[in-house]
């Protein structure tokens, strides 16, 4: 009977195509034993019964296969806190962290502030804005009902009775009066598809990863229905594509024409975020 340890070896070796082999095949193995990190290094000498050793390798196959951990599993890490997700959303990713570090930082002192997170996936950007703003009153929007319903999971789960889900195109639905709006809209261009990697553009969906043919499409809808509902001394976030900066600081400048416009950075150098501030 094949331990803990062999298992991981094995895991190790069959998703060597993965940029992270060692940890995919640990949080298989933790999703199957229904144990943690610290268990299985703890006893990795154990004989892992017979039924959780054939689900393990379904598993690795599903993985060595090219779908994404996440999906697997059914959940992902984002910030503090851990998301369920499903392949009807985005899976979190840690460049889209940075936007919400600024955002905190931003309404911290703001108190009684109003939010919209645009295009909310799981959910993942309004839970977190919740749960750090206490006193923030937060919607988030998705145009996709299958979306909204794994939202409204993570929400019931970590923030529960703390955000408003609406299903409405972008900001169609939203009044006017609003502090701050966030969006990490989809904003991959048509012609990067082939680009991709296999996990994405297999298992992620569509309507979360594609702006059109140059990736902006969503940017020239959204940013003068923003202008119409951010208040003045507000602020805006949108995550974008790190070859958009100037693009989208261009479109931003046609809708807001007097505001402060900035591009940050993400952790890899690469531009991540504007930020409007009118
Ligand atoms: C890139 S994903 C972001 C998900 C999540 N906010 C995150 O950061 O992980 C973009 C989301 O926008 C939604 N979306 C696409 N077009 C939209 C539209 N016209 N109006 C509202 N949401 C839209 C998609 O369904 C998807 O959930």
Same mark, same amino acid.
């Given at each position: ?57 379904? @598993? ?6 090219? !779908? &994404?951990?996440?999906?697997?599993? =059914?959940?992902?890490?984002? *910030?503090? $806190? ?113 680009? @991709? ?6 298992? !992620? &969906?569509?309507?979360?990863?594609? =702006?059109?043919?140059?990736? *902006?499409? $969503? ?60």
């Amino acid at each position: 009977m094949a331990t803990i340890r062999d298992a991981l070896r094995l895991g190790r070796a069959q998703l060597h195509e993965s940029p992270s082999p060692a940890l995919d095949a640990r949080l298989l193995l933790e999703h199957v034993t229904a144990r943690d990190h610290a268990y299985l290094v703890a006893h990795d000498d154990e004989p892992m019964p017979d039924d959780q050793s054939a689900e393990y390798h379904r @598993l690795l196959d599903r993985a060595a296969a090219h !779908e &994404p951990i996440p999906y697997i599993v =059914g959940h992902a890490p984002f *910030l503090d $806190l851990d998301f369920i997700v499903s392949p009807d959303v985005l899976i979190p990713r840690p460049e889209t962290e940075q936007l919400v570090e600024i955002a905190i930082r931003w309404a911290r002192e703001r108190g009684r502030v109003k939010v919209v997170d645009v295009g909310t996936g799981s959910g993942c950007i309004a839970v977190s804005l919740a749960r750090h703003l206490p006193e923030a009153e937060v919607v988030a929007v998705d145009i996709s009902a299958r979306a909204l319903a794994v939202a409204g999971e993570n929400i019931a789960r970590h923030v529960p009775g703390r955000v408003h889900l609406v299903q409405g195109d972008l900001l169609g639905a939203i009044a006017p009066g609003q502090d701050l709006i966030v969006a990490n809209l989809p904003y991959i261009a048509g012609q990067e598809w082939p680009t @991709l990697p296999i996990g994405v553009k297999s298992y !992620e &969906p569509a309507l979360a990863l594609f =702006g059109g043919p140059d990736g *902006l499409n $969503l940017f020239r809808v959204m940013l003068p229905q923003a202008a119409e509902r951010l208040n003045l001394g507000g602020l805006l976030l949108l995550e974008i594509g790190y070859q958009q900066g100037d693009a989208v600081t261009s479109l931003a400048r046609t809708s807001f024409p007097e505001a402060k416009i900035s591009v940050e950075a993400d952790f890899s150098d690469l531009d991540r975020i504007v930020v409007i501030r009118p």
